[in-house]
């Protein structure tokens, strides 16, 4: 990267500098924690972001990690002070935590902004809590550093290796079909969850915590530390000595996150098989620090990059299998030295993405595969547009059937996941396995918050007969431990009239996803004639639900709220209260 700026005046001076009454008062509130005089003598003050919560289970562990980065600044001659925001626990929210995302990355960005901080260390890991996280910083430009919480340990139920999420849905699939009991269900419960950490498989959290360390704004190692080992916590200490070295240099995360960085983490999100989810979380932070992304990127930037992590979903190793066999620095170095990355890219380490991959090395070339030997020879995520997604919709070619890449179906049409939910299993059902599962209105605005009910399950009466996929369509998210053939993030969604609304029982749909097309065979005078009868749900009626509906955008926008677009930056503190 280019040479670090020379350092600029503290911020944190602007609240603890001097002898005003206004200085006074803040060290003085400050000194009641104990902390002596030499606290506010020029340090860099550094802010220990903490998304703990005994509600998230994925991050129950960050009081720990949290005093681990505090170590690291104390090392390095920085004041550390760790504040609490929100955090979203995939796990248990309703509806989805993906309606919280935007809200939560507001209470960062305003946490950072009105606080007298240097630098910010983020702590994160359950899936919606690193975008956020990062989305917020972003808009404030504070040097910034992130800590991932890191993977659960790998799950183990009767002898065989069983991810996180990705197992809920074979098993509950199972038990339909007659092929594993329910007290064997239950039982594998407390074999799936072993420790702390998020989840184990290739999903949303562990796609997230890649992407990071591909964009360069955490450490390398940092995405596939098991959450419980050690070296985790040794990683959180040398992030705490770097973010003062960061803030001494003056280097914000808009001279990181850059487009190169971004086509990176496309290219690296190809390559270890990751979630769909990145596609909307990628697109949002980068509006945040004004690079321009689209879903065409994705597209050109993915679609020839093999899939070399053999891990669950896609494959079938799981994450502490993936750190034991070299991690993403040997994904990353792999891409790199097929010309696939930017090795010029800067990083939080002040070096090169090129100089922080050099040393990589293979361990286990059945869990991260030679690029002659990919799991998937184009990886990536299909961006596919046609009648039925103007604006695009996305699928996961790594976790679908061959068979069904090509695809005419007849529409099997569910209004909302609660139709789906009343009708799936009724034996009047007409459906087999050449139909096409539609879902509507689980969008952005429909839900609202664009839930994870994409991945529908098939109804009991198929599993029976042994079908195991089936083409599936609709404007909503799917978790990223799930698997199939499914079209997700339909754009413009069901709730705001796109053609999606329009499909009824019965029709023809054609998806073609090596021509990335995704067509509804129904004639445009017709598609006129149904429009005109089309009615938009109503909105909520009042507080962050209506605020969210009003405001948010397109899944293909990447689902952000239209007033927090940009990179507001910093702001110079009030002379007095």
């Known amino acids: 990267m280019t040479d670090p700026k020379p350092p600029s005046p503290r911020r944190s001076q602007l609240w603890f500098g001097g002898t005003t009454k206004d200085a006074f008062i803040h060290r003085s509130w400050m000194k009641n924690q104990g902390l002596p005089a030499d606290s506010f003598d020029g340090r860099p003050v550094i802010g220990i972001c903490n998304t703990w919560s005994e509600l998230t289970p994925c991050n129950h562990h960050f009081r720990e990690l949290a005093q681990r980065v505090k170590q690291g600044v104390l090392q390095a001659g920085g004041l550390a002070l760790e504040f609490p925001v929100s955090s979203l626990g995939e796990t248990l929210m309703r509806p989805t935590a993906m309606l919280f995302r935007n809200l939560a990355s507001m209470d960062v960005e305003e946490a950072i902004r009105a606080n007298p901080l240097d630098g910010v260390v983020l702590l994160a890991g359950c899936d919606k809590t690193t975008p956020s996280t990062l989305m917020g910083a972003a808009s404030v430009n504070l040097p910034t550093l ?59 959290a562990s796609t997230m915590a890649s992407m990071i360390e591909a964009l360069g704004i955490a450490l390398p190692g940092n995405a596939a530390i098991p959450a419980v080992d050690s070296r985790r916590y040794e990683l959180a200490q040398r992030a705490g000595r770097q973010i003062v ?35 909307v979380h990628l697109l949002a932070i980068a509006v945040r620090v004004g690079v321009p992304l689209t879903l065409a990127d994705w597209d050109r930037c993915g679609r020839d990059v093999p899939t070399l992590v053999n891990l669950m979903p896609s494959g079938e190793y799981l994450m502490e299998d993936f750190y034991y066999a070299g991690g993403l620095p040997l994904v990353m170095k792999r891409l790199l030295d097929a010309g696939l990355l930017h090795g010029d890219a800067p990083s939080v380490t002040m070096a090169t993405l090129r100089d922080n991959v050099a040393d990589a090395e293979c361990f286990n070339d059945q869990v991260i595969r030679p690029l002659d030997k990919p799991l998937v020879e184009q ?34 049409v569910f209004e909302s996941i609660e139709d789906y939910k009343a009708r799936i299993e009724d034996p009047a059902l007409v459906i087999d396995a050449t139909s096409v599962m539609v879902l509507k209105n689980c969008g952005p605005r429909g839900y609202p918050g664009m839930a994870e009910v994409g991945n529908m399950g098939l109804p009991a009466k198929l599993l029976r007969d042994g079908v195991t996929d089936m083409v599936r369509i609709s404007d909503a998210r799917m978790s990223g431990t799930a698997y199939g053939t499914v079209v997700l993030h339909v754009a413009p969604e069901a709730a705001v ?59 293909s926008e990447g689902a952000d709220l239209d007033f927090l677009r940009g990179c507001r930056g910093d702001f110079v503190a009030r002379d007095s209260h």
């Open 245 to 279: 070295e960061l803030v001494k240099h003056d280097v914000r995360p808009s001279a990181i996150l850059t487009r190169e960085a971004f086509e990176n983490a496309i290219r690296v999100c190809g390559a270890i098989g990751g979630s769909t989810d990145a596609v």
């Open 497 to 555: 009239g796109g053609v999606l609304a329009l499909v009824r029982e019965g029709d023809e749909i054609e998806l073609d996803v090596p021509a990335r097309r995704l067509e509804l065979r129904v004639a445009p005078d017709e598609l006129a004639r149904r429009r005109a009868q089309w009615q938009a749900p109503e909105p909520p009626a009042s507080g962050y639900a209506r605020l969210y509906v009003d405001h948010v955008q397109q899944a």
């Open 146 to 204: 992130m800590v991932s919480g890191g993977p659960m340990l790998n799950g183990v139920f009767r002898g065989e290796r069983i991810g996180s999420g990705t197992h809920v849905w074979k098993f509950s699939e199972a038990v339909k079909a007659g092929e594993m009991t329910s007290a064997q269900f239950m039982q594998a419960e407390s074999c799936m969850s072993r420790s702390a950490g998020h989840c184990m498989t290739m999903g949303t």
């Open 379 to 412: 990886g990536g995520l299909a961006v596919l547009r046609g009648n039925l997604a103007p604006d695009g919709a996305v699928l996961k070619p790594s976790a679908a059937s061959a068979a069904l890449m090509r695809h005419v179906g007849r529409a099997v």
